[in-house]
């Protein structure tokens, strides 16, 4: 069985309340830590400096510890020859069609791929950026300390918060027993001083008299049927509504990190929204658009995931597995798996919509009906999709009539015949049967 | 003592009652057979299907109504070749400079920046680096047409996202962000 209306809102709310009351108790440090860069070791350049035009130039292709698109570059300066990387990186092609020896051995070691040219940096730019991939490897330290931190802190809160309900359960009990202990001294004093402690004369237990009150039975049997007429309407009406439906996925994809934090239109993967009738499930090789190149999240995104017991490294990698990446070859394997998305919002047979019209031509905006898509960890069912909720958007949504020449005219007509500056979708015929049930 | 049992019985009965929703599981329904369709549903399973799935490939040759076919092969020579002798099939009614915007804003700017200056938020952020600015490259819209449809280097394909009108409109546009850097 399911939720009844309002009936669970009770429990919900100790339960709430007894939650927030727990983590408002607990608190999170989180230590700041700063990485400090490096001295630049004697290569000459700045690498600082080098950094930043590592990051604007190289990084689309290179990093410093992992093959990407190119080779991985730490310590590149010590394996060639300095006034060969100045040629190398200002314009590669050149140096490949003079037949230059070092240069054909890199090329073909890197399955030919073409390096763009880089004619606009200086010699002095190209020093600072060797200086940045001269630079040892940091140790990993920082990050295990970060992660530490967190979790001893989260540890720390949930021992401190069983401490203080176990220091009030302890002080409830000695209170009670103090009572009964109070108690039974008195009785014995009393007894030694030879008073009669007064018993309660027996009266007509409070159900008999209850029964006895005609009045009283009336009313509460109405109050009950009330209650009772109001709780099953509740549950009949949810029976078959979604609503929160929050199933586990197969691959723990976070609207929060992709939607939110990183501001991605919703449309760069369910693009089929802009155009058809569904909005697609995204296929995996839109996540390899990006994600080719992001195979790790960032420290401070990794430590967000242990707050939702995620490890989103872990959840990239089951996408390279589905999708048959190998990424420490940069290659596809060509050996993929069907990821089984579980369908979550879905309306009965009986229905029809389209998210085209909705979207490109009504220009609503995702959030109308999917709710806050971009502050969720896991995707759930935000509307009820009932039709009473479809009727109460059509009813109060004015249609965007602007720009739109080829309706103008009935546009113009319909609004004097409803004596109205702006429609609403219901006076266009949004609530006609035949529009949606046929 | 009885009615102490009623009241236990009846607090567990409504225990039971309440507790059993669980939000990863899909609610009940009065009637399924109207919800659920007889023939195969959008991301559907059906026997039907050799993999069961619902999802299925076109048969092999099938073309996309309005489609024109792309020969130039996703190699350097073919990007080379693009960026020489292709050039838009769009005419002057089929150019939408808003519709390339807008697009551009959703696909591109992502990475590229709305200015097409190589500063998106997810370079902002640092997840994507060395996106260079339009202003750096020499591009032409042959050049642009190929990249949006088979990718470079760390930039994937967008052939699926965008039909081909679509792209040679959003080649347009980055075409006028160039030239405004």
Redesign the interface.
């Known amino acids: 069985m399911k939720k009844v209306g309002n009936h669970k809102s009770f429990s919900r709310i100790f339960f709430s309340l007894a939650l927030t009351l727990s983590f408002s108790l607990s608190v999170f440090s989180q230590d700041s830590t700063s990485v400090d860069v490096a001295a630049a070791p004697a290569t000459g350049g700045n690498a600082d400096a080098g950094k930043a035009l590592f990051n604007a130039n190289c990084a689309a292709c290179h990093a410093l510890d992992k093959v990407m698109t190119g080779p991985a570059l730490r310590g590149v300066a010590d394996k060639y020859d300095k006034e060969f990387l100045y040629k190398w990186i200002k314009n590669n092609t050149e140096l490949i069609k003079a037949g230059d020896p070092t240069a054909l051995k890199i090329y073909n070691e890197n399955g030919q791929k073409a390096m763009t040219i880089f004619p606009q940096l200086s010699n002095t730019d190209i020093d600072n950026i060797l200086a940045y991939t001269s630079q040892p490897k940091p140790e990993p330290v920082v990050a295990a300390t970060v992660v530490d931190g967190n979790g001893g802190s989260s540890n720390d809160s949930g021992i401190s918060n069983n401490v203080i309900l176990g220091a009030l359960a302890l002080v409830l009990t000695m209170l009670i027993v103090m009572l009964f202990l109070v108690n039974n001294v008195l009785t014995k004093i009393a007894k030694a001083n030879g008073i009669e402690v007064q018993k309660d004369s027996k009266s007509l237990p409070i159900w008999k008299a209850f029964i006895k009150n005609q009045f009283l039975l009336v009313v509460t049997a109405i109050l009950f049927l009330l209650f009772a007429a109001y709780f099953a309407y509740g549950y009949l009406m949810q029976v078959g509504v979604d609503q929160g439906y929050e199933p586990i996925q197969p691959i723990h994809y976070s609207h929060r990190i992709h939607a939110g934090d990183n501001g991605i239109d919703c449309k760069y993967c369910h693009s089929a929204a802009r155009v058809g009738k569904h909005s697609n499930i995204p296929s995996l090789n839109v996540c390899m658009n990006c994600h080719k190149n992001i195979s790790e999240v960032a420290e401070e995104t990794l430590a967000e995931g242990n707050e939702y017991g995620v490890n989103y490294n872990n959840e990239i990698q089951k996408l390279y597995n589905a999708v048959g990446w190998d990424k420490t070859t940069q290659t596809y394997t060509g050996k993929t798996e069907p990821v089984k998305w579980i369908r979550i919002h879905n309306l009965p047979d009986f229905v029809y919509f389209n998210h085209s019209q909705h979207v490109t031509v009504a220009g609503v905006e995702c959030q109308t009906c999917h709710g806050p898509v971009e502050e969720m960890e896991i995707m759930r069912q935000h509307s009820s999709l009932t039709m009473g909720w479809c009727i109460n958007c059509h009813r109060e949504t004015n249609v965007k009539v602007e720009d739109n020449a080829y309706y103008a005219k009935i546009h113009e007509e319909l609004s004097k015949k409803y004596g109205v500056e702006k429609l609403t979708a219901a006076q266009m015929g949004g609530l006609e049967c035949g529009k949606c049930h046929y | 003592m009885k009615?102490l049992y009623k009241i236990v019985a009846i607090a567990g009965f409504t225990f039971?009652?309440?507790s059993?929703?669980d939000?990863?599981?899909?609610?009940?329904?009065?009637f399924p057979n109207?919800?659920?369709?007889?023939p195969y549903?959008?991301?559907s399973e059906h026997e039907v299907f050799k993999n069961g799935?619902e999802g299925q490939l076109p048969a092999p040759g099938t073309i996309k109504r309005g489609f024109v076919p792309f020969e130039i092969p996703n190699t350097?020579e073919g990007y080379a070749l693009a960026k020489e002798t292709l050039k838009s099939p769009l005419d002057s009614l089929s150019r939408n400079p808003e519709n390339g915007k807008a697009l551009f804003?959703?696909?591109c700017a992502?990475c590229h920046g709305e200015k097409g200056d190589?500063k998106g938020?997810?370079v902002k952020?640092?997840?994507?680096?060395?996106?260079?600015s339009y202003k750096?490259r020499v591009i032409t819209e042959g050049s642009i047409y190929f990249v949006e449809t088979y990718?470079l280097?760390?930039?994937?394909?967008?052939a699926?996202?965008?039909?081909q009108e679509e792209r040679w409109q959003v080649a347009d546009y980055v075409l006028k962000l160039k030239s405004e850097l």
């Open positions: 009615s039971m009652v309440t059993c929703h939000d990863a599981k899909p609610n009940y329904q009065f109207m919800y659920e369709a007889v549903e959008t991301y799935k350097t804003n959703i696909y992502i190589g938020n997810l952020r640092e997840k994507f680096l060395g996106v260079p750096d990718g280097n760390s930039m994937g394909s967008h699926n996202q965008l039909t």
